[in-house]
């Protein structure tokens, strides 16, 4: 059975008691160990007892917000507090693209939030900014502005006409290109099976630990190419890399290689391979076997394949060029000697 309380109309509280168990058959058998699963509004409440008709009138928020945009700012606001303070950054991924999303809210609305890694965000939103309206000087296309400048579609609203059934096909196309590229690398493997690809294969994996090594957890692959003369590898960060980084990158893929570390994989169920910890997409669909790629002790992520046996075979591995693609996506071209 449950209750649900209501004052003047308003729901603030929702009890559940957890007695019986439902069979297939549909017959209720009693539970041995009962429960009650409970959950109450607590702003709701406080705007009952306040005898207010908002939560934005509550005590909790002070100014009293009025119009629409002061309440998105307010709540937003209050949200980027709590996320940030559980030490959540903005990215383009996963929780911290729901963070970026949040703040650059709060940024178009002209709020502010007193907080470091706001400002640093502001700072980089202005420069998307500057840059994307220069694009749409030039009539660049809507959807080009979207995902390579990070505008929102407010504000590409404001100075170009977007065509949605165009865009929404764009976008279509853009989500199918991803799914088949992530699937192509975690489900199938490299495309070509050279000499040359299969070497620029294992460096890839190598390069993609050796970021993460550097420049830290912010860092997730975006994409990948591989040809006989050499490797592409682009990855979410928010800035260019400097000199002594990208020395170091180079210099911890040519110790691996140097090392000669052994290069296995194993075929685990879904279960276990997410439970090894390596890397892998969080937004695709795998199947119920997946082959996991170990490079010694150093890197492990699911990949269909095929590598090198031993590191050894590489040779040396020299960054030809980094740049970016994106806002805060990067690249780097690399090649093996």
Not at 191 to 205: C, F, Q
Not at 274 to 285: I, N, Q, R, V, W
Request: with cysteine; charged share 30%.
């Amino acid at each position: 059975p449950t209750t649900e309380i209501y004052v003047n109309g308003i729901e603030i509280w929702n009890i559940v008691f957890n007695e019986f168990y439902q069979s297939k058959d549909k017959t209720l058998k009693p539970l041995e160990v009962k429960g009650i699963d409970t959950g109450m509004g607590l702003e709701r409440l406080a705007m009952v007892s306040q005898n207010v008709p908002t939560v934005f009138d509550t005590d909790l928020f002070p100014s009293h917000p009025q119009t629409r945009e002061e309440r998105i700012v307010a709540d937003h606001s209050r949200a980027i507090k709590a996320l940030v303070e559980e030490g959540l950054k903005p990215s383009n991924k996963d929780q911290g693209y729901v963070l970026r999303r949040l703040m650059r809210r709060v940024i178009m609305l002209g709020g502010s939030v007193d907080s470091p890694v706001f400002e640093e965000e502001k700072k980089k939103f202005d420069e998307a900014l500057e840059k994307g309206m220069k694009e749409i000087e030039k009539g660049a296309d809507p959807f080009i502005l979207f995902t390579s400048y990070g505008l929102p579609l407010e504000v590409i609203e404001k100075y170009t006409t977007i065509d949605k059934e165009k865009f929404e096909r764009q976008m279509k196309e853009h989500q199918d290109r991803s799914r088949a590229g992530a699937e192509q690398k975690f489900k199938g493997g490299l495309a070509g099976h050279s000499e040359m690809e299969v070497k620029y294969h294992t460096a890839t994996h190598l390069l993609h630990q050796a970021l993460h090594d550097v420049l830290g957890e912010e860092v997730g692959q975006k994409g990948s190419n591989i040809t006989p003369e050499r490797l592409r590898f682009d990855f979410s960060f928010p800035r260019k890399l400097t000199d002594e980084e990208k020395q170091k990158v180079e210099d911890i893929v040519n110790e691996k290689i140097a090392t000669a570390l052994p290069v296995q994989h194993r075929v685990l169920n879904k279960e276990e391979a997410l439970k090894t910890g390596a890397y892998h997409s969080f937004d695709e669909k795998y199947p119920d076997q997946i082959q996991v790629y170990y490079i010694g002790d150093y890197s492990k992520e699911f990949c269909g394949g095929p590598h090198v046996e031993n590191t050894s075979a590489l040779g040396k591995f020299k960054i030809a060029k980094e740049e970016a693609v994106g806002v805060g996506v990067r690249r780097i071209k690399a090649v093996l000697e």
